[in-house]
């Protein structure tokens, strides 16, 4: 199975700041990554996908971006409702696997 | 609006069966691959199964010859029978379409999930 590896596993930042969140595969994937915002007793929310595609009603502070095997999802200004938790996906191979997920928290 | 509607969670003993089912609506179903995810209290996202639109299906290896994931597109509802649990599958279980038509797409509507808590 694809490791996906997400770092750092938690972060403290203020309103306004610019975020960046990395997730690196054990194998190559191509840019077959998505990124999913999961807040508290909710479902996952597709942000972004094929590495760098903005979903569809996502704001767009939000990018995707790959150098080489790192893939990093950017928000430019956090706002308060982007407090969450972050997840990377890989749909290369099968089975699919996720990152451990990032915490977003308010400094 | 494009809806997916989890049910069929609940309290089940260690060893037995539960059936999970979603319901989906406002979009062509039947072209559409479909999975669940799933999320034990605390912890991250753990992909379980995904079923193409012509029926195909694929498994995360802690389920397979456990669980099998079925549709039925003339109710645009997609199962998930699940079998010999064991607490660790005790868990939010989310639907999920998938985003296109291609192999490699990532999960873009989800469902509100449903928990299953496996306990004597």
């Known amino acids: 199975d694809i490791q996906m590896t997400q770092s750092p596993s938690s972060l403290s930042a203020s309103v306004g700041d610019r975020v960046t969140i990395t997730c690196r595969a054990s194998q190559s994937i191509s840019t077959y990554l998505n990124w999913y915002q999961q807040k508290p007793g909710k479902a996952p929310n597709l942000l972004i996908y094929?590495?760098?595609s903005l979903q569809s009603g996502v704001p767009s502070r939000f990018s995707g971006s790959v150098s080489g095997a790192d893939f990093t999802l950017t928000i430019s200004s956090l706002q308060p409702e982007d407090f969450a938790t972050y997840y990377c996906q890989q749909t290369y191979s099968s089975p699919i696997t996720f990152g451990q997920g990032t915490r977003l928290e308010i400094k | 609006e494009v809806q997916l509607v989890e049910s069929g969670g609940g309290l089940v003993q260690p060893g037995g069966s539960q059936r999970l089912s979603c319901a989906a609506s406002?979009?062509?179903?039947?072209?559409?691959?479909m999975g669940w995810v799933r999320q034990a209290p605390g912890k991250g996202l753990d992909y379980v199964a995904a079923?193409?639109?012509?029926?195909?299906?694929k498994y995360a290896d802690s389920v397979k010859g456990r669980f099998t994931i079925f549709r039925d597109n003339s109710k645009n509802t997609v199962y998930l029978q699940m079998n010999s649990l064991t607490a660790e599958d005790t868990a939010v279980y989310y639907c999920?379409?998938?985003?296109?038509?291609?192999?490699?797409?990532?999960?873009?509507?989800w469902g509100q999930g449903t928990m299953v808590t496996v306990s004597s």
């Open positions: 079923i193409s639109g012509a029926g195909g299906t």
């Open positions: 406002g979009f062509t179903f039947s072209i559409y691959a």
């Open positions: 094929t590495a760098s």
């Open positions: 999920a379409k998938v985003r296109g038509r291609g192999g490699h797409d990532a999960f873009d509507i």
